[in-house]
């Protein structure tokens, strides 16, 4: 299934076009013509079954045929995880963690980060490119990066956990993981999490972990830890 996307449809939607630089994908690249079926996600849970009624290529226009939804999640995994030095690495962790299932990403800035400074933008087109060609019908949030002092003010519902390297008495991620559980996990940069910013998560209930016994890359940790909570969910 080739999957498309438009944010502005529900449930009642009947009829709508795609923007022209979709349209111009969908008729030009991808040759679609009258009457052809494109199936639709608007990024939260739905899937449209669609027919093409205006092939143009500056406004492709489409009728809803059917519409399903898809499960919620049972469980809420939410990385902040701060930006690495080398943008490619940074957008590779945001294309897989999509793939595997992540509902929330927060890129935080902390005492030893070498990147101040990300490209939101990019980082949403990459989200949506991701969701698309992995048929995943829920758009991960992508919120504003933040400092770490910032994030750890904000509370989270469920499971607080941070990852980091210091040699300090942790618990294994998978010890701490429960399904169906909401799990906010903090990811430092290269240099690791200061030790002020480790005491700090500690003050405020965060539960220190280990990701395993080998030092992980920042986007590796992190896709480590995705992937550890999307496993525990789906095997049920």
Request: charged fraction near 25%; glycine fraction near 4%; aromatic fraction near 8%.
């Amino acid at each position: 299934m080739q999957l498309f996307y438009n944010p502005n449809i529900n449930e009642t939607t009947e009829n709508f076009s795609f923007d022209k630089e979709e349209s111009k994908h969908i008729i030009k690249v991808l040759r679609k013509k009258d009457t052809d079926i494109l199936f639709v996600t608007n990024g939260l849970g739905l899937l449209f079954k669609t027919e093409i009624t205006l092939a143009s290529d500056n406004k492709c226009t489409v009728k809803i045929l059917s519409s399903e939804k898809a499960k919620p999640s049972k469980f809420h995994l939410h990385l902040a995880v701060a930006p690495t030095k080398m943008n490619d690495r940074f957008e590779w962790f945001l294309e897989k963690a999509t793939e595997i299932g992540i509902h929330e990403i927060t890129p935080i800035f902390c005492d030893r980060s070498e990147r101040k400074v990300v490209n939101s933008e990019r980082f949403d087109k990459i989200l949506l490119t991701a969701m698309k060609q992995s048929n995943v019908l829920f758009l991960p949030k992508l919120n504003n990066a933040i400092s770490f002092k910032e994030f750890i003010k904000q509370k989270n519902e469920g499971l607080q956990l941070i990852a980091h390297c210091e040699e300090t008495d942790k618990k294994s991620l998978k010890s701490v993981l429960n399904p169906n559980e909401n799990v906010t996990l903090l990811i430092g940069p290269e240099g690791d999490f200061s030790e002020k910013e480790i005491a700090l998560a500690l003050g405020n209930n965060y539960i220190p972990v280990s990701l395993g016994e080998t030092r992980l890359r920042t986007e590796t940790a992190a896709i480590v830890a995705c992937h550890s909570v999307v496993f525990v969910n789906e095997t049920l």
